[in-house]
């Protein structure tokens, strides 16, 4: 499963692509403006940062032209940009049009099946549902990525489900079991996925032996004899 960072903060991002696993970019309007930066040159310095991975960055109009302006104005930055376009029907409209350009696009804003149906039908590159906001009006977000990977799989379509608004590595873990092409994180979250109390438990227990047997033990960077050959 690619990880995206679900994030505009420069600092994260750098921080999140240096540890070699970050696949790309999220971001949203609320996202961004936390930043308080002109929006191009923020999603340029993303792009920047990410430099093979790809920047999802999203349209503010909610009319067929507007969001068609938008997109191609957007799409112009970066050749990596996948443009956002929320699920309402002027953004289906849009995005029809935008695929048969050639024209990546995330549709986001996803919280039925049905209208991950219809996405996929319009040529949409990416499906955002969101899991958590389910959640959060008691629903299972959970249940609607699993609906929408079965249908995807049982018609072969080709746009890869984005797992968005994920709250915890539970989430993570099993939008991978289910087979999610991507999920997308904040940072926090991201974080967390790579701690466990017992890695640090065991860690400290590794050095304490090590150094409690130094001496004998002697020093891995000490210069030394010539070395054996691998086994093969
Ligand atoms: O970026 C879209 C989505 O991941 C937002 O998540 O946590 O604001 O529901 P959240």
């Known amino acids: 499963m690619k990880i995206f960072l679900d994030t505009a903060n420069l600092e994260e991002i750098r921080q999140g692509v240096a540890l070699g696993v970050v696949d790309g970019v999220t971001t949203n309007p609320t996202l961004v403006a936390k930043e308080n930066a002109p929006f191009r040159q923020h999603i340029l310095d993303i792009c920047g940062i990410v430099k093979n991975g790809v920047v999802n960055a999203e349209v503010v109009s909610t009319d067929f032209a507007g969001i068609m302006r938008e997109a191609h104005e957007v799409a112009s930055w970066h050749p990596n940009i996948v443009v956002k376009i929320p699920m309402i029907p002027d953004g289906v409209r849009a995005l029809s049009a935008l695929s048969k ?132």
């Open 101 to 232: 350009e050639g024209i990546r696009v995330n549709i986001t804003l996803v919280f039925s099946a049905p209208q991950a149906l219809l996405v996929a039908k319009a040529g949409a590159y990416f499906v955002s549902p969101f899991l958590g906001r389910l959640d959060d009006i008691g629903e299972n977000g959970l249940v609607l990525l699993r609906d929408i990977l079965e249908i995807y799989r049982v018609y072969n379509y080709p746009t890869q489900v984005l797992a968005a608004s994920l709250r915890h590595p539970m989430h993570i873990l099993e939008a991978a079991k289910m087979g999610s092409h991507i999920g997308t994180m904040p940072y926090k979250v991201f974080e967390q996925l790579f701690h466990h109390p017992l890695t640090d438990k065991g860690l400290e227990t590794f050095l304490k032996d090590w150094g409690k047997a130094r001496e004998v033990l002697g020093d891995i960077m000490a210069p030394a004899a010539a070395a054996p050959k691998a086994a093969r």
